[in-house]
């Protein structure tokens, strides 16, 4: 008798949650894509300012910025690098939640 009121408790602690892999890198992933996100928006920041806009409109403050990159681009001798550089550090945050969430379904 206490054996069988004792296998349900050894079964549901065998099953208690534990911290996956899986979780680990999504939240490592999802941390970094928000903290490189805010860099990027503080970098951003002079084009959109208030003043900006003001003097040239939404649209205008939008040209700006797109003349400071193409200007950048276009005369930096590595721009072409630099500019690649900083797509794919934007994206290893996604490769990283990607892979948690493969490592996760394959855990299940």
Not at 30 to 46: S, V
């Amino acid at each position: 008798m206490v054996a069988l009121m004792q296998a349900p408790v050894a079964r549901t602690a065998k099953t208690a949650p534990k911290r996956s892999v899986g979780g680990i890198l999504l939240a490592i992933g999802g941390a970094a894509m928000i903290l490189q996100l805010w860099a990027l928006w503080l970098e951003a920041a002079p084009a959109w300012s208030p003043g900006t806009a003001e003097t040239l409109g939404w649209m205008g403050a939008l040209g700006m910025a797109a003349l400071r990159l193409v200007d950048f681009v276009a005369w930096n001798p590595n721009g072409i690098l630099l500019s690649l550089a900083r797509v794919l550090l934007l994206c290893w945050p996604v490769a990283v939640m990607v892979a948690g969430v493969i490592v996760s379904r394959k855990a299940h």
